[in-house]
């Protein structure tokens, strides 16, 4: 059975099938099916899908050149070796070996060799609009950040002129995420008079207004209606540069019930370090770094996770992750590289002026 766009983890182009040809078709079909498919690219495939090749506008000319005309088979003009991808690659890597090799088109095939999507450079590079709903955490009342948070909630202050959401709303929506919920809480009415139903950005947005602080993931409990279909959770003080999209794909990619976004974080021990066993030396390090993953603030979860959270309660993301890890549902990790800052304290605030983006690992 064919694999679905989700099932590749990217979104193939909806009209890759009008690109299917068979090998004895002519010239002339080929070129109607360059042009009623408008991909650039025609697949040659036997009886069951299974790829023979791919022909091109220019592979055309080139046979014509040689003396074929619009009745001859395409047969003697197929490329017979294409370069293919299997499904689930992830989209950065799509296009990297699209960019190393030059080209527009790229074929995806399954281990039988069967075509099953086809991906675009022209539809990579514009963001795919995702219906997948954000939901961004902005209740908490910033007690670290005082005094800058005694008048103004912290998602609302301002990093390289725009406030700490618009950062988050405007990248997600550069990738295509159209749909918001902003959880509130302290100061509440001042993030929705300013953000109001999100028109100002090109966006939909709605609220979950937070009757008591419910901590970084209570405010689920208040999803109505649930999403029915993955969905994004942030922290409404984290600064990234994050690809919200590529999570996705990641999360989904994995089967997933929950993904979180993690940070390699290093610490070096002031002190050198003694090993031992009983009296016995064992082992010295000079000042060892220790390397562990941090929590990114930023997650994927499927809707049956919000069975979880009770409508009210108090609640953390890391006690959510427990309780998914105890219903034996899949909880994985989505490694980051991208800059990230987390702005809990002053200093952080202070960087972020100078980074706004976050730091790099």
Not at 35 to 60: K, M, P, R, Y
Request: charged fraction near 20%; glycine fraction near 8%; proline fraction near 6%.
């Amino acid at each position: 059975m064919p694999l679905t766009p989700e099932s590749q983890g990217l979104d193939a182009p909806a009209n890759w099938r009008k690109a299917l040809i068979g090998s004895q078709v002519t010239l002339q079909q080929a070129i109607r099916c360059l042009n009623e498919s408008a991909v650039q690219i025609a697949l040659v495939v036997s009886g069951d899908d299974l790829l023979v090749g791919t022909i091109t506008d220019g592979d055309i000319r080139r046979g014509l050149l040689r003396g074929l005309d619009l009745n001859s088979s395409v047969d003697a003009i197929i490329h017979r070796d294409p370069l293919v991808v299997p499904p689930k690659l992830a989209r950065d890597t799509v296009m990297q070996i699209m960019k190393a090799n030059k080209i527009r088109q790229l074929p995806i095939v399954d281990g039988d060799q069967r075509v099953v999507g086809l991906h675009l450079w022209d539809e990579l590079i514009a963001p795919s609009q995702r219906p997948n709903l954000m939901v961004i955490m902005a209740g908490g009342q910033g007690n670290r950040l005082r005094p800058h948070t005694e008048n103004c909630p912290k998602p609302l202050l301002h990093v390289a002129g725009k406030s700490m959401l618009e950062h988050i709303i405007e990248r997600a929506k550069s990738e295509g995420f159209q749909r918001f919920v902003l959880a509130i809480h302290y100061l509440g009415h001042m993030i929705e008079d300013y953000f109001g139903d999100g028109g100002r950005w090109g966006v939909q947005i709605d609220y979950l207004r937070e009757q008591s602080a419910l901590g970084t993931a209570g405010a689920l409990g208040l999803l109505s209606p649930r999403p029915s279909t993955s969905f994004l959770v942030s922290n409404g003080d984290v600064l990234t540069d994050i690809r919200y999209g590529e999570l996705l794909d990641f999360h989904r990619r994995h089967g997933a019930a929950a993904t979180m976004a993690v940070r390699q974080h290093e610490w070096q021990h002031p002190f050198g370090v003694v090993h031992t066993k009983g009296v016995d030396i064992v082992g010295l390090e000079e000042k060892p770094i220790a390397r562990s993953h941090i929590n990114a603030g930023i997650y994927v979860l499927e809707p049956e996770i919000l069975d979880m959270v009770s409508a009210g309660e108090h609640l953390d993301m890391p006690t959510l992750f427990t309780r998914v890890l105890q219903k034996s549902a899949r909880a994985i990790v989505y490694p980051m590289h991208e800059p990230w800052l987390d702005v809990g304290r002053p200093d952080d605030y202070s960087s972020a002026q100078v980074h706004p983006r976050g730091e790099s690992t």
